[in-house]
T-cell receptor, first 116, second 109 residues
């Protein structure tokens, strides 16, 4: 149980375009979803926290107008990288948690974004 | 934001040995800690979590938490080449996970 999927697993796009990444909890209802970014040889950096039906809470230094997060249902959250640039190339990972279950987060497999 | 510190390594141990991974944290109020394993190009996999002072064992893995000294460690017994990965320590800060930079472990056959 507790499976989280992400789509796509990798994407290449041109500079200036927007890219949408989906995160789905397949067998549980995720009250909270998290989005992380990981650059090569670095740790996971939390970008934002989203709760179903409410606006996402962004970490300091993360541009909310550039990284649009929507958590429209208890099983789906999306991250849209708007006007992507090469410096946005990274490994984006989502995770999901259930209320009252020890705060354990279940991670998706990640999406590798390359912006040319 | 409070920090989580890990030695980035690489830590190299021979097959069958005990690997010891350490993590320190600065927030005295932190209650729970997680150890994740991450293979190159993959997302993290949960190994175990620990809330209470002392040891917690799960198979070949033992997590140790010392709140007075603000450190948490992970011991891997009978290390296998398949254990070669980056190990991430994470602290729960109000429902958010704050990760250390990770320790790269290499188990040599």
């Amino acid at each position: 149980g507790a499976v989280v999927s992400q789509h796509p697993s990798w994407v290449i796009c041109k500079s200036g375009t927007s890219v949408k990444i989906e995160c789905r909890s397949l067998d549980f209802q995720a009250t909270t979803m998290f989005w992380y970014r990981q650059f090569p040889k670095q740790s996971l950096m939390l970008m934002a926290t989203s709760n179903e039906g409410s606006k996402a809470t962004y970490e300091q230094g993360v541009e909310k107008d550039k990284f649009l997060i929507n958590h429209a249902s208890l099983t789906l959250s999306t991250l849209t990288v708007t006007s992507a640039h090469p410096e946005d190339s990274s490994f984006y990972i989502c995770s999901a948690s259930q209320a009252g279950v020890g705060n354990e987060q279940f991670f998706g497999p990640g999406t590798r974004l390359t912006v040319l | 934001q409070k920090e989580v510190e890990q030695n980035s390594g690489p830590l190299s141990v021979p097959e069958g040995a005990i690997a010891s991974l350490n993590c320190t944290y600065s927030d005295r109020g932190s209650q729970s800690f997680f150890w994740y394993r991450q293979y190159s190009g993959k997302s993290p996999e949960l190994i175990m979590f620990i809330y209470s002072n002392g040891d917690k064992e799960d198979g070949r893995f033992t997590a140790q938490l010392n709140k007075a000294s603000q450190y948490v460690s992970l011991l891997i017994r009978d290390s296998q080449p398949s254990d070669s990965a980056t190990y991430l320590c994470a602290e729960n800060q109000g429902g958010k996970l704050i990760f250390g930079q990770g320790t790269e472990l290499s188990v040599k056959p």
